[in-house]
């Protein structure tokens, strides 16, 4: 089982507050990605990190963003958030080279904006 | 062209049967084809994956099917038990991003 964490797993929150979702990993891994996926519904990137200090933007439009300080913590930030924010948000990892194509997955979470 | 387009959006199954969920895609840069499977409240996980190079490939009761001419890839769930009930995502790989599909939830009846 991946060693990757997400935190909060539900979060419930008004429109126009800040929140920042967490998301840490212990194998060590370079790469970190987030995805946008409604229930049920397609995996969308919205943002992706090579390394400590790498950030890109993914293909679907985010008004997110993150940064790499650390290795192992990709945190994803909304300054400020509307109710069409709401959906679950998935942490993935990789490695470089060797079984490097297998993204391993967090729990989740899911964001509900009033 | 960076689209995977899936089918089915759903399947219903009886146990011992067969489950089979389709894929295309367009662009042939992708080199990297893995099926993801998906728990409710869960993150996805790595199911089975194939690279162009081959035509088939199996891990116990799933296999893939990958045409490369037709640019069409399948996964063949054989003998499908209530516990394979989750939903199935296939992507494609192209520069270290994967694109998936749209899922297909699988239910597997007794």
């Known amino acids: 089982e991946a060693d990757i964490y997400q935190t909060p797993r539900y979060l419930v929150i008004g429109t126009g507050k800040k929140i920042t979702l967490e998301c840490s990993q212990t194998m060590g891994h370079d790469k970190m990605y987030w995805y946008q996926q409604d229930p049920g519904m397609e995996l969308h990137l919205i943002h992706y990190s090579y390394g400590v200090n790498s950030t890109e933007k993914g293909d679907l439009s985010s008004e997110s963003t993150v940064s790499r300080i650390r290795t192992e913590h990709f945190p994803l930030t909304l300054e400020s958030a509307r109710p069409s924010h709401t959906s679950q948000y998935l942490c993935?990892?990789?490695?470089?080279?060797?079984?490097?194509?297998?993204?391993?997955f967090g729990p989740g979470t899911r964001l509900l904006v009033l | 062209q960076q689209q995977v387009k899936q089918s089915p959006q759903s399947l219903i199954v009886q146990k011992g049967g067969i489950s089979i969920i389709n894929c295309a895609y367009e662009n042939t840069a992708f080199d990297y084809f893995p099926w993801y499977q998906q728990f409710p409240g869960k993150g996805p996980a790595l199911l089975i994956a194939?690279?162009?190079?081959?035509s088939e490939k199996k891990e116990g009761r799933f296999t893939i099917s990958f045409n490369k001419s037709a640019k069409q890839f399948s996964l063949h769930i054989m003998d499908s038990q209530p516990g394979d009930s989750a939903t199935y995502f296939c992507?494609?790989?192209?520069?270290?991003?994967?694109?998936f599909g749209t899922g297909t939830r699988l239910q597997v009846f007794p």
């Open positions: 992507a494609a790989r192209n520069t270290d991003k994967l694109i």
């Open positions: 194939i690279r162009p190079d081959v």
């Open positions: 993935a990892s990789s490695e470089w080279g060797g079984r490097g194509e297998t993204q391993y």
